[in-house]
């Protein structure tokens, strides 16, 4: 069993920075995968960022890409999600998520087990 509890998340204006934790509890948390993903009122949740569980691969969402960096440090048994030049359209409810290792598509929200709470995320001026 896996907790995650997110944290991080708070108010920015746009092309500030955010960074978002993803903090576990419970074993075996280096053997898995992490996602994060996001949903904004009205819209369905989409993928953002993953990072398997040696840290080595990274996915991005075309949209994040070159914004937003994923990393993990085992020893803390946390994962960040560091989030630069935000934009309006990045306000939404980010959601961290666990998956054991397996080879289906990281970006299918359904193939991952573990939920966070999330942590709201507000880019406004």
């Known amino acids: 069993q896996v907790h995650l509890v997110e944290s991080g998340g708070g108010w920015v204006q746009p092309g500030g920075s955010l960074r978002l934790s993803c903090a576990s509890s419970?074993?075996?948390?280096?053997?898995?995968?992490i996602g994060w993903f996001r949903q904004a009122p009205g819209k369905e949740r989409e993928f953002v960022a993953y990072?398997?569980?040696?840290?080595?691969?990274?996915y991005y969402a075309d949209s994040v890409k070159d914004r937003f960096t994923i990393s993990r440090d085992n020893d803390e048994d946390t994962v960040y999600l560091q989030m630069n030049s935000l934009k309006l359209e990045d306000t939404a409810n980010y959601s961290c998520?666990?998956?054991?290792?397996?080879?289906?598509?990281?970006?299918?929200?359904?193939?991952?087990?573990?939920w966070g709470q999330g942590t709201q995320v507000t880019v406004s001026s």
């Open positions: 998520s666990a998956r054991a290792r397996q080879r289906s598509p990281v970006q299918y929200a359904t193939t991952y087990d573990y």
């Open positions: 419970g074993d075996y948390f280096k053997s898995y995968e």
């Open positions: 990072i398997n569980w040696r840290g080595r691969d990274k």
